[in-house]
């Protein structure tokens, strides 16, 4: 099974596209944990670099913009 991978805007590599279409201006990625949970990335937590694409779930590495899981349940932070 070939690996999924997000893109970005062309000349924008912070302007994220996921393989749904969501990009931070529309429903936005938030910082997640490893099952796809928002949370805050402070120095000294467990944040591994994962993002979660708000629209559909994917969970998402940013240096590889590899989607290495999805979670269509995903909590927020309120």
Not at 54 to 64: H, L, P, V, Y
């Amino acid at each position: 099974m070939p690996k999924e991978l997000i893109t970005h805007e062309t000349g924008y590599p912070d302007a994220w596209v996921c393989v749904c279409k969501n990009t931070p201006v529309d429903h936005g990625f938030f910082p997640c944990d490893k099952n796809g949970n928002e949370m805050e990335p402070l120095k000294g937590s467990d944040w591994n670099g994962l993002y979660v694409c708000a629209n559909c779930g994917r969970i998402i590495n940013q240096s590889t913009l590899e989607v290495v899981g999805k979670n269509p349940n995903t909590k927020v932070l309120a």
